[in-house]
């Protein structure tokens, strides 16, 4: 994508110096422009943004064309006096001389201009913050005790540090449409909009569906979609995100969690080989929503909503939470101790190349990493299934799984993933192959009937929902979900990702990379490395392609590997 | 689109109504500067903007509906609804205002049976008269002025105002008068 040429032009491109409340910054003269790129004159309010000082806004938003219609952001400026030849006019200390403009600028709107002096806490602006705000009030309900957006609405947050305490306003307040269902997933608040227009610019710009606008005039503007037809794209919640107020609220997460009481994780979306940024927002080991969080070498600010619903099934009920044994028709509870020495029993009495692995492209690449261990240990057959879906020009990678590239790096998969099925099958039933080991894949969905399965002499699964696989299981090990551990996934351009750890696994669901880690100390004899730093370390070390990466380099925003960076991108 | 086919089945537009619009867009740089004449021209024709309307417009100049929808809903000069046969348009603005407008416009209603508080267009229900308030007609010193379809009438009085409705009760005509161009 553009993004990383953005971030370059963002270096090379010649700086520009201006003052700000005294202080004398240097910024780029130019930015690109969010939707074409083509690069801009700098604003006032990016300027500031650049280094450090946050004015405050409501329609303007980094990553959406321009609007300028809330005037939250006004600021006052001067400019260099000049004489007739164009030259400073400079005061007797040699200072250039400043002329105060006499009225002030929205700071979203005014390019930056050389000289320029910048004032964003003067008396004047202070009172028309308060101006603004008071004009905002006026036809605005003011139902935050109800309001999904209190605590990270930005007019509350504005209101909190410069409203005012009584209105000068003592009419009725206008009345629009208060729950208006303008999508499956969007429920629109017509009296709690402040008319930015941002959700306009959003699914216009960014997703290329020009779907909503302004009807009505002055004080009765009203958002809308038009009637009969409804907002639905996969990329509608993002406007929920950017709505500075609670205007537009997700059906998904309406009413369900006061937002201050939530925890937020930095994630990545396990959906598709994008590997969106995400947060993580939970309480009490339930997931109550995903959104996205900025990296411009991604998913900018945005991901798509099927990703975003797509969290409930970590907090089913059905999950697999304990370790099981089946044998003779009966299954038993038992600890992960004894499940780990009886398996490791069982493959080290087994002779090499009678095992096959297959792993699922979803898991971690520690994981995978891991897995490839014990493949080579045990001289094992493995494969990984593909998930094919639709792509879109946004975001949504036509691959499903979220780490195809490490399956590919480790080699786990045929070259056609999901073709070695059919010949591990056949191995199964001529007896070449005794042990089975799936981790979180399903290998009865993948081809393997349940009756050559009960040939095996070990089959073990690790999963984390209950399927056909897991009914046939010798051993099952309940797994963890991206939220309930640590881990990297490696997107479709060689991004390898941190996600982070929201709440502890369901029950007695263990993470998959300690599984493994286990196995590989119980059937070797000594300790493996079994927190996901260490074996990222491990990995890392060995793998040129990670160019000397370790985990705490990664960051939360995550760093390109070597030799898999896609450079036939233009 | 999404109205039920039956209503865009009911919906035509004539020939040389078309042919107008085709060649307002010739006037223009660009075919979305076309959209208010053309809106103009179609509530000319049919005496309010449908739906129907609307889409075909937007059809016509590679707009979306939604844009199109945004300027009738942000003009008060066009309807959604079908107008009257006989459309007052009183000038409620300072000088008419000063000059009595209001009670042009209460004599209107009372006689009409419609609400005199209600400050919205209103209709009467056999769909023959129309009534409203809008703002400054540009004859400022022969106030209160109203509209009468297109015909222009200065100096207002209570009587003045009867009279003319005593005309439109005569005329039978199903035609709408004075809605041309
Ligand atoms: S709904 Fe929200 S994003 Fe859209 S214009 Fe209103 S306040 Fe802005
Ligand atoms: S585009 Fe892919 S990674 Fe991004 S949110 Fe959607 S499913 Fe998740
Ligand atoms: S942020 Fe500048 S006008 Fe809205
Ligand atoms: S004020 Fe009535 S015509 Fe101008």
Redesign the pocket.
Same mark, same amino acid.
């Given at each position: 994508m553009s993004n990383e040429e953005k971030v370059q032009a963002k270096v090379e491109v010649p700086m520009i110096t201006f003052k700000v409340d005294g202080q004398t910054v240097s910024v780029p003269k130019t930015l690109p422009h969010p939707v074409t790129g083509k690069p801009e004159p700098i604003s006032i309010i990016q300027a500031c943004a650049y280094v450090g000082i946050n004015i405050p806004h409501l329609c303007y938003h980094p990553k959406l064309p321009v609007a300028g219609n809330c005037r939250m952001c006004l600021i006052e400026y001067g400019m260099p006096v000049l004489d007739r030849e164009r030259k400073p006019v400079l005061n007797p200390d040699g200072s250039p001389q400043i002329r105060k403009m006499p009225r002030q600028a929205i700071a979203c709107a005014t390019p930056v201009t050389p000289g320029m002096e910048v004032y964003t806490q003067t008396e004047g602006v202070i009172r028309s913050r308060k101006a603004v705000l008071e004009f905002l009030a006026l036809n605005h309900p003011l139902d935050c005790p109800i309001c999904d957006k209190a605590g990270e609405c930005k007019l509350q947050e504005y209101v909190h540090q410069y409203g005012q305490e009584t209105s000068h306003f003592f009419e009725t307040k206008l009345e629009k449409p208060k729950k208006k269902a303008i999508s499956s997933k969007i429920v629109l608040d017509n009296e709690r909009c402040i008319l930015c227009t941002r959700c306009i610019r959003f699914t216009e710009d960014i997703a290329k569906v020009p779907a909503l606008g302004i009807l009505n005039r002055g004080a009765h503007n009203t958002i809308s979609n038009y009637p009969g037809t409804e907002f639905e794209h #996969?990329y509608t919640l993002n406007t929920v995100d950017i709505c500075p107020v609670g205007a537009l609220t997700s059906r998904d997460f309406r009413f369900q969690m006061r937002t201050w009481f939530l925890s937020e994780t930095p994630s &990545?979306?396990? +959906? $598709?080989?994008?590997? $969106?940024n &995400?947060l993580i927002h939970s309480r009490n080991g339930h997931i109550y929503r995903?959104t996205?969080r900025e990296n411009d070498a991604? @998913?900018s600010c945005? =991901? $798509? !909503?099927?990703?975003?619903l @797509?969290y409930k099934w970590v907090n089913d009920s059905r999950r697999l939470s304990n370790v099981l044994w089946s044998e003779a028709g009966r299954r038993d509870e038992i600890n992960w101790e004894t499940a780990i020495s009886k398996i490791s029993a069982a493959l080290k009495s087994s002779t090499k190349g009678s095992t096959a692995i297959l792993v699922s492209a979803r898991q971690s690449t520690e994981e995978i990493f891991l897995v490839s261990k014990l493949a080579k240990l045990l001289e094992a057959q493995t494969d990984s299934r593909p998930r094919i879906g639709e792509g !879109?020009f946004?975001?949504? +990678?036509p691959d =499903?799984n979220?780490n195809s590239k490490a399956i590919q790096i480790f080699g786990l998969a045929s070259a056609t993933p999901g073709a070695n099925v059919s010949k591990i099958a056949k191995a199964i039933e001529s007896g070449a192959i005794r042990n089975l080991i799936a981790i979180g894949e399903n290998p009865v969905e993948m081809g393997i009937e349940p009756g050559l399965l009960s040939r095996l002499d070990l089959f073990v699964v690790c999963d984390i929902l209950g399927n056909k696989s897991t009914l046939e299981a010798q051993y099952l090990l309940p797994g963890a979900s991206f939220a309930e551990k640590q881990g990297t996934f490696i #997107?479709a351009k060689g991004r390898i990702q941190r996600f982070g750890k929201a709440f502890e696994p369901m029950g007695e669901a263990r993470p998959e990379y300690w599984i493994l880690s286990s196995l590989l100390s119980a059937l070797t004899d000594k300790p493996w490395p079994n927190t996901p730093e260490e074996i990222f370390n491990m990995m890392a070390a060995e793998l040129p392609a990670f160019n000397g990466m370790t985990w705490a380099k990664l960051g939360t925003a995550g760093m390109n590997l070597l030799s898999t960076t896609n450079t036939t991108e233009k | 689109m999404h109205e039920t086919d039956s209503m865009v089945m009911e919906f035509s537009v004539p020939n040389t109504l078309e042919s107008e619009i085709d060649e307002l867009i010739t006037h223009y740089p660009e075919k979305r500067s076309v959209t208010l004449m053309a809106l103009h021209a179609l509530q000319a024709h049919f005496g309010f903007v449908s739906d129907a309307g609307i889409e075909w417009i937007a059809q016509k100049l590679d707009q979306t509906p939604l844009a199109v929808l945004e300027l009738v809903t942000f003009y008060p000069m066009f309807s959604r609804e079908p107008l009257g046969k006989f459309h007052f348009r009183i000038c409620r603005t300072l000088s008419c205002a000063l000059n009595g407008s209001e009670k042009i416009y209460w004599a209107l209603c009372e006689q009409l049976g419609l609400d005199k508080n209600v400050h919205k267009r209103q209709t009467t229900p056999d769909g023959r008269f129309t009534v409203e308030f809008v703002e400054c007609l540009a004859c400022c010193n022969k106030g209160p002025v109203l509209f009468l379809n297109e015909d222009f009438h200065e100096n207002m009085t209570e009587e003045s105002v009867s009279k003319l409705l005593t005309i439109c009760n005569g005329d039978n005509s199903s035609e709408r008068k004075g809605t041309g161009k």
């Open positions: #996969n &990545i979306c396990p +959906n $598709c080989a994008t590997g $969106c &995400i995903l996205p991604v @998913n945005w =991901m $798509c !909503d099927s990703g975003r @797509n !879109d946004l975001l949504l +990678n =499903m979220p #997107n | -």
